[in-house]
């Protein structure tokens, strides 16, 4: 069985940087889509950043609109582990961020496998 353990969620001033971490353990996850969502108090689970292995050592990222140029994916197969580096935060990035690996290579594809805890990220003025 696959886990996934979401780290590095904490409190930050508007305009500044968090990183978070997901380390997977039970399977290698290297051929998986890895992605991030969030969800704000009162609102629905939404899509944040995935990444997806696009064949041989070739993986391809994409992100929310709500996030590009702020945000950054990554991945670490060899750790198992994926990554959000979050630069220029806004309090509307306050939510709880969960990591998940899925079976499949087409980024628009939601139906995720399995899903962390999640980690609180809270952006104050």
């Known amino acids: 069985q696959v886990q996934l353990v979401e780290s590095g969620g904490g409190l930050v001033q508007a305009g500044g940087s968090l990183s978070l971490s997901c380390a997977a353990s039970?399977?290698?996850?290297?051929?998986?889509?890895m992605g991030w969502f969030r969800q704000a108090p009162g609102k629905e689970r939404e899509f944040v950043a995935t990444t997806i292995w696009s064949g041989g050592a070739i993986y391809t990222g994409y992100l929310a609109d709500s996030v590009k140029g702020r945000f950054t994916i990554s991945r670490d197969n060899a750790k198992n582990t994926v990554s959000l580096e979050m630069n220029s935060l806004k309090p509307e990035d306050t939510a709880v961020y969960s990591c998940a690996a899925g079976q499949f290579t087409d980024w628009r594809r939601r139906d995720y496998d399995y899903w962390g805890q999640g980690t609180q990220v809270t952006v104050f003025t």
């Open positions: 039970g399977r290698t996850l290297s051929t998986y889509a």
